[in-house]
Nanobody
């Protein structure tokens, strides 16, 4: 069975940093593009960042570009999201997801597998 598990969420003050981790099992990790999405209460699930199979290519939502960094370690079956300069509007449940597509994509419907999410809370 395929499992994706996120960790690293928590409460942080605005301007602070958090590093989210996602570890995958049950799938050929290096064959999947990986993405991070977030969903705040009452809102749609939005794209945050994605990274190609090799880790060479990355994409970011405009709202996080320059503040967040996505990375992966295929030897550890892990993908990370380093979040700096956090803002209250960054607060959400963050999900990692795996995409078997040929190219990196930014739509939730494009992704095949999802983790359960980790809560990020940012105080003013």
């Amino acid at each position: 069975q395929v499992q994706l598990g996120e960790s690293g969420g928590g409460l942080v003050q605005a301007g602070g940093s958090l590093r989210l981790s996602c570890t995958a099992s049950g799938l050929p990790f290096s064959s999947y593009h990986m993405g991070w999405f977030r969903q705040a209460p009452g809102k749609e699930r939005d794209f945050v960042a994605a990274i190609s199979r090799s880790g060479i290519t990355t994409y970011y939502a405009g709202s996080v570009k320059g503040r967040f960094t996505i990375s992966r370690d295929n030897a550890k079956n892990a993908v990370y999201l380093q979040m700096n300069s956090l803002k209250p509007e960054d607060a959400a449940v963050y999900y990692c997801a795996a995409d078997s597509g040929v190219t990196v994509r930014a739509r939730p419907s494009d992704y095949d597998y999802w983790g359960q999410g980790t809560q990020v809370t940012v105080s003013s």
